[in-house]
């Protein structure tokens, strides 16, 4: 029944708010307080989002090497991000030799949509 209850929570209407909570969760002793420590990751995963853990026994440098890695592999590299620049360079290039031979040839061309201004 108190399953039931947690669940019920889960996808209901919040509110807005400009306060910004992120839950620090100590899991200091875990095997003894493990149903406590899992009221609190439940608690916080639902009502905030966000928990921080702290006392996990994972060593900062672990913690920092973990993070180095996954911008490493997440950074752009030099050649994609100019691979993607000259494609879109390229694409919008033929657009305009196209232009230029249709108007070239007396075809009439569409007009370029403006966008709207919002107001």
Same mark, same amino acid.
């Given at each position: 029944?108190?399953?039931?209850?947690?669940?019920?929570?889960?996808? !209901?209407?919040?509110?807005?708010? $400009?306060? $910004?909570?992120?839950?620090?969760?100590?899991?200091?002793?875990?095997?003894?307080?493990? +149903?406590?420590? @899992?009221?609190? =990751?439940?608690? +916080?995963?639902?009502?905030?989002?966000?928990?921080? #853990?702290?006392?996990?026994?994972?060593?900062?440098?672990?913690?920092?090497?973990?993070? +180095?890695?996954?911008?490493?592999?997440? @950074?752009?590299?030099?050649?994609? !991000?100019? $691979?993607?620049?000259?494609?879109?360079?390229?694409?919008?290039?033929?657009? +305009? $030799?196209?232009?230029? =031979?249709?108007? @070239?040839?007396?075809?009439?061309? =569409?007009?370029?949509?403006? #966008?709207?201004? =919002?107001?």
């Amino acid at each position: 029944m108190r399953e039931l209850q947690r669940e019920s929570r889960m996808g !209901a209407i919040g509110s807005e708010t $400009r306060q $910004r909570e992120v839950r620090v969760i100590d899991l200091a002793d875990f095997d003894a307080r493990r +149903a406590e420590i @899992a009221d609190h =990751l439940w608690d +916080a995963a639902v009502d905030v989002g966000f928990f921080q #853990p702290k006392n996990h026994g994972i060593d900062l440098a672990t913690t920092r090497e973990a993070f +180095a890695m996954t911008e490493r592999f997440f @950074a752009p590299t030099c050649s994609s !991000a100019s $691979r993607r620049t000259s494609r879109r360079t390229e694409s919008r290039s033929r657009a +305009a $030799r196209a232009r230029n =031979l249709n108007e @070239a040839r007396g075809v009439p061309t =569409l007009p370029t949509r403006t #966008p709207r201004r =919002l107001e």
